[in-house]
């Protein structure tokens, strides 16, 4: 079959570096097989026929490629067309941190949907080997970066040549500029919080972590303790705000001092900062011989994998959006998503609360108990 006169004597002229370049099944075999001009197929292959190519002749050189194994040669089409169909994910220690590679697993997953690949550079927060990486990235020509962080925090130091379009997942840029995605912690400690008002409780701990600094997410989270207090008519007491190591024994020392308050002050539920304190939390309870959740409520954060569901009782927990995350990062990267524009391209992704079995009314025993 000859090809459209529109195309005759282009030749070889039209194929792209791409063609010239394949090793293995080659686009003169396409065209043999589709009995078109290797133009034609050219054309066809690279989306470029239009109307120019009857939809039939499209349908046979498209079914000529795929029964001859035929596949283009990426690295000639990425300088066709100055595209690699590669992103780079530069994280702190989000690889070896397992409530949080759910980020890594959903941007991984978001990016070969769309054609890319990704790769991942776990740099252990040493900032020389970041701005190694930032640049050996830029220097294979990936088609963007997303910069990823182990926990909810604001960067205050970035690394040099970040490309304007770099994408933040779990963290944010102090100064702005660029997309952020971070979990609303506020808002996730106000959904725990008021599941416990709504339960009865008026007397409610706060067991936080004790970092210097604290993290982000610590001062987020005691916003949203603060505001659900407040807006129930519940005093908040300094003596319920404790603080202790982010493990399971932090957590039960912490919650010791809270429950061996006098009576009267003592809280009938706990609000913990992550799970891991929240374990430590149950330890301290059956040592004071308390029973979850007839003598003490609990509710964690992070829904963390291997700990909230697997305490007995269930955790009541808030989860961290990590998959959630992860795919909006690529998709607004990939321009999948729409960039955020406002409150400096930072988007609160929804915390939900989790219900298990750790959460009831107040005990029988204690007077400040009431019907709900």
Known sequence: MCPPPALTGHGLDTLDEE?????????????????????????????????????????????AALESGYAP???????RTRRTHTIGLISDRIATTPYAVRMVEAAQET??????????????GDRELEQEAVAALLDQQVDGLVYACMWHRVVTDLPQGLPPGTVFLDGRPAGGGFPAVVPDDRGGAVAAVQHLVDAGHRRIAYVDIDEEPPPEASGLRHQGYLE????????ADPALHVRGRSDAAGGAEAASRVLDLPADRRPTALFCFNDRIAMGAYAAARRHGLEI????SVVGYDDQQLIAAELDPGLTTVALPHHAMGRWAVEVLLGERERPTQDDGVVLMPCPLIRRES?????????DRRRV
């Open 19 to 63: 063609e010239r370049v394949t090793t293995r099944v080659g686009i003169k075999e396409v065209a043999r097989l589709a009995g078109v001009s290797t133009a034609t197929v050219s054309l066809v292959l690279n989306d470029r026929a239009a109307e120019r190519i009857p939809a039939s002749t499209q349908e046979r050189v498209r079914r």
């Open 73 to 79: 040669n990426r690295l000639a089409r990425s300088l």
């Open 111 to 124: 990016a070969r949907r769309h054609g890319h690949l990704l790769f991942l550079v776990s740099t252990g």
């Open 228 to 235: 659900v207090l407040e807006r129930a008519g519940i005093q």
């Open 293 to 296: 959740p007839r003598d003490l």
């Open 359 to 367: 959460v009831g009314p107040p005990s029988v025993r204690d007077p």
